[in-house]
């Protein structure tokens, strides 16, 4: 039975222009882009060449575009980094209960450094409530952090409200956009964004690489020691073939990004159809919310998540759940607790299917046929 992959919000394959670009940056460009000979000058010029990719792709100046290994360490840097080197204008920071756990434990971290945070509380339809935000706010506030898409549901936050609430507000806004870049368009001074997180795996490039964007007068502290790289926010030697890659699978994510919508729709609609023709009872969770295509988090009533994953995986269907399975035990989503409570069966019932490029029409629909039959088995009396 071949293999159906519905778990591109986890990672995704890497594109082949991709890896096509990164040979280079391998096997001929060697050197240390901090070198001042002919070999760094080679590869710095590939870095410089990257970081005008990803600060154009977002409307953002060169030199505020910090390489990082990836996500997590972009939403570290920015919750940790923000709060020490802004410690002396307050103590408080704002985030949400949905964010993904590079942030929450970041929050939490921050916590026990003695800063306070405010974890603002997610309506069912997976938003949180501006009114909340606003009355959060205080003089001490010098961060708030709200997810752009939420990685679970695909659900979007209202970041350009966000960002208008915070405008005459001394907190800087950071929005960990890893689930929205490459499909959402992202400006950061339409949005009004101060710090922004982007990670190349999920958009066809190479894992451990990744962006922080950083306006130009927000002060960051690094949290790492060394050289001068990344304008001493980052310091260790730049992940030259990591940033070539990501480079090229920002350019085609550009390029392609309306044409990768419009597929990832397809793919959504053809997939609930599917299930609705072969009469899977099941919900949407977050229901109708604005959401990215790619994303879609379902809850099968009568069902649990573990004998769901099992049996998915046997069937050669790939899904995913944000309840982390540990020694046969499943701890609830962190994301559907907040949306629906603690003891509501959809956060132990529910399974997240993400779309890409390893997706076609035809393997979406077997994938469908195959999970209803499982659905079927599992809730027969
Ligand atoms: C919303 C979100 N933030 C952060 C991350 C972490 O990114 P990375 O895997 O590049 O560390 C992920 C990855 O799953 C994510 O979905």
Known sequence: MKPIYLDHAATTPIHPEVIEAMMPAMEEVYGNPSSVHHFGRKARQMVDEARRTAARSINAKEKEIIFTSGGTEADNLALIGTAFANKHRGKHVITTTLEHHATLHAAEHLEKQGFSVTYLSVKENGQIDTSELKEALSEETILVS???????????QPV?????ILKEHQAYFHTDAVQAYGLL?????ELGVDLLTASSHKINGPKGVGFLYVREGVSITSLQHGGQQERKK???TENLAGVRGFHKAIELAIREKQQRWNKYEEYKQVFLGRLK????????????SKSV??????????????????????????ASSGSACTAGSVEPSHVLSAMYGKNDDRTINSIRFSFGSANTVENVIEAADRIASIVERLTRR
Do not use: C, Q, Y
């Not at 368009?185 to 001074?189: I, K, P, Y």
């Open 146 to 156: 709200i997810m752009t898409v939420n990685n679970e549901t695909g659900i979007i």
């Open 160 to 164: 350009k409200e966000i960002g208008m």
């Open 185 to 189: 368009e992202l400006d950061v001074e």
């Open 234 to 236: 980052r310091p260790g």
């Open 277 to 288: 023709d072969n009469n899977v009872t099941f919900s949407v969770n977050g229901g109708d």
């Open 293 to 318: 295509p790619a994303i879609v988090n379902l809850s099968f009533p009568g069902t649990n998540v573990e004998a769901l994953l099992t049996n998915f995986d046997l069937s050669g269907v790939a």
